[in-house]
């Protein structure tokens, strides 16, 4: 089983580029990028779309992050941190911060 180091839902800390510090939830991972709430914006021009109901014009949207970029951020050091895999006492693949060893809660 091919298990992810962060998956959707996990809260990130932008380790470096311009938004170096800031902390957000993974919204989507694609590849080896990740889409973080109200992390790395840019302005678009959006078309209007009845259909869809869009209004158009100029939108704030979060553009992708290299994976390399974001650490997860452990609650317990309140630092972001690495993540570790090692099996439990069922034989499943857990995934753990590699500072205190402690399972992350996905």
């Known amino acids: ?7 959707k839902g996990d809260d990130v800390v932008v380790i470096t580029g311009k938004d170096k510090g ?13 889409i973080v709430q109200g992390i790395n914006l840019a302005k678009k021009h959006e078309k209007p779309n009845p259909i869809n109901g869009s ?4 939108v704030s949207k979060e ?14 050091t309140s630092k972001p941190d690495r993540v ?5 006492e069922k034989n499943k693949k857990v995934r753990i911060y ?6 992350i809660k996905s």
């Open 1 to 7: 089983m091919n298990m992810k180091k962060l998956i």
């Open 22 to 34: 800031k902390r957000g939830s993974i919204i989507k991972v694609v590849d080896s990028y990740v």
């Open 55 to 58: 209004v158009g014009g100029i």
């Open 63 to 76: 553009m992708p992050i290299h994976i390399s970029n974001v650490a997860i951020f452990n609650y317990s």
């Open 84 to 88: 570790g895999f090692i099996l439990n």
């Open 98 to 103: 590699k500072s205190t060893n402690e399972p």
